[in-house]
């Protein structure tokens, strides 16, 4: 799949710009608000599949986390983190899936940069049925875990035989709805100072689309790499669900759509 194509797609979702958004589509509607036209048509992508496996509740608790399925969007991604440079922004509802939580965790080990934005009390039950945990918990525990990696990595950089030895920000934001900033009426000269000035195609959302929930679903890694598709950050999606991503191999895209989904999202 090359730029022509995903531009197509933009543009069907750019169609309903031009009337109301529905609250369904917002992601859509954010995608369609990036300018892609200036792209080379030879702008490298790559279809990332993610077959569907067979579902076991008593793996969910006794083996929830072993055999990561090695399918094309699951190995990317590993992958990618595990080769990072510089950073790595996820945007996902949901993030419960220890392997990729650990594979974070060696990223910040080795001076990454991670930043994250969840949704905050959503699909509660299905995350238990699908994965035995919920992500405010994995969160809570991500948070403690960062605190005990900063404070051995401190220590150890009081041994001169280690040299410089830097953990890397971990930021980690839950969606809230009340940020968003949406078309009130007024003048873009008129919003408080510090306000983040949107992409044109965004003025058109209004209060009434206003979106309530985080269901956006993308990784940008170095701000070279942009992961897009249907996966969550959690076990059904890494282990159970049939799930499908493109990466785009673009600084350009990375740039356009991060600072849009920073905008919107957190």
Do not use: C
Request: net charge neutral.
């Amino acid at each position: 799949m090359g730029i022509p194509e995903i531009m197509g797609m933009a543009e069907m979702a750019g169609r309903s710009l031009q009337g109301p958004i529905e609250m369904g589509n917002i992601d859509a509607s954010l995608l369609a608000s990036v300018d892609l036209s200036h792209l080379p048509p030879n702008t490298e992508t790559l279809l990332l599949p993610h077959t569907h496996s067979s579902y076991s509740p008593f793996s969910v608790f006794f083996h929830p986390n072993t055999n990561t399925p090695s399918t094309p969007l699951n190995t990317f991604l590993l992958s990618r983190i595990s080769t990072a440079k510089s950073s790595i922004t996820i945007y996902t509802p949901n993030l419960t899936y220890t392997p990729l939580i650990n594979a974070l965790f060696e990223a910040l080990s080795r001076g990454i940069n991670v930043r994250i934005t969840v949704s905050k009390k959503l699909m509660i039950l299905e995350q238990i049925v699908t994965a035995g945990t919920v992500t405010e918990w994995e969160i809570w525990k991500m948070r403690r875990r960062y605190r005990k990696l900063r404070t051995r990595l401190r220590k150890k950089t009081e041994d001169l035989e280690t040299g410089n030895t830097r953990v890397g920000n971990l930021d980690i934001i839950y969606f809230d709805p009340a940020n968003v900033l949406v078309n009130d009426g007024n003048d873009a000269n008129e919003r408080s100072e510090g306000a983040v000035h949107v992409a044109a195609g965004l003025e058109s959302i209004g209060k009434e689309s206003r979106p309530v929930k985080l269901h956006l679903k993308m990784t940008i890694i170095d701000g070279e790499i942009t992961v897009l598709g249907s996966g969550n950050m959690d076990r059904a999606s890494w282990v159970t669900s049939q799930e499908l991503g493109v990466a785009i191999f673009s600084e350009q895209v990375s740039r356009s759509l991060g600072e849009v989904a920073k905008t919107v999202y957190g």
